[in-house]
């Protein structure tokens, strides 16, 4: 067993998490990976318990790289400011190889995430999000910070004191270092966004970056429109039904 935490009161919650989470019954996400809401001591907290890896994995992550829930908690403490709170990480292991691992923050309270606004087109200060969300991914980019996994499900929004408090989530794929202006719009690509729609936001960045707003869109919509067409070649190869 391996866990650390910023505050030695979640240590014992840590220590019997495995417990904790089989008794909660409410799952917010179970796919590869689980997440579950829990509360500790009047604390709301979110749970995410990895998959366990297959064997050769096992071997990775317990010699040669960090486990998903240490990256995702040593990540939150480098970019606190932009995450919910970290309060730990604890690996559980069998036969001397990684088994499994989770990763805990404080419940945020989101009211949507991006997805909804991208979705419809008559979501209320749908505009004004959408500035706002450049601003917060100015934000991001300017601290070094690239989401590499910036899809609309991880972008968490909460309407606050009538402006929005933006969130990112599933963290452990990170990079931290410069950024050039072709990776910031690059960044924009995962977002699935109609043209219109990435228009406006790019729109606003332009502004930020103090760079052209048209050369700036140009660039955005080729990202997005090359990452749309692998995703959907992927989906065509496995026969699924693409979307645009």
């Not at 995410?48 to 939150?76: E, G, L, M």
């Not at 452990?172 to 960044?187: A, G, I, P, V, Y």
Request: overall charge positive.
């Amino acid at each position: 067993m391996k866990f650390e935490s910023i505050q030695s009161k979640y240590i014992e919650f840590l220590k019997n998490i495995k417990s904790h989470f089989d008794s909660a019954s409410s799952s917010i996400h179970k796919a590869r990976n689980e997440i579950k809401i829990i509360d500790f001591n009047g604390e709301s907290l979110v749970v995410k318990s990895f998959k366990i890896p297959n064997i050769i994995n096992k071997i990775v992550y317990t010699f040669f790289r960090d486990s998903k829930a240490k990256k995702s908690y040593q990540n939150s403490l480098k970019i606190v400011d932009f995450v919910p709170k970290p309060i730990g990480y604890i690996e559980f292991y069998r036969f001397g190889l990684l088994s499994e691992s989770y990763f805990v923050s404080e419940n945020f309270k989101y009211d949507f995430t991006i997805r909804e606004v991208l979705k419809d087109s008559n979501f209320q200060e749908r505009e004004f999000i959408f500035k706002e969300f450049a601003a917060f991914t100015f934000r991001l980019h300017e601290n070094g910070i690239l989401h590499l996994d910036f899809s609309p499900g991880n972008i968490l929004i909460k309407k606050e004191n009538g402006g929005y408090i933006f969130k990112i989530v599933d963290i452990n794929r990170m990079q931290f270092k410069t950024l050039d202006l072709n990776s910031r719009l690059k960044n924009f690509s995962m977002l699935w966004a109609k043209n219109d729609d990435l228009a406006i936001i790019i729109k606003e960045y332009a502004k930020l970056v103090k760079n052209d707003a048209n050369s700036c869109i140009t660039t955005a919509l080729k990202y997005s429109q090359a990452h749309k067409d692998k995703k959907n070649m992927k989906k065509r190869v496995r026969g699924v039904k693409v979307v645009d």
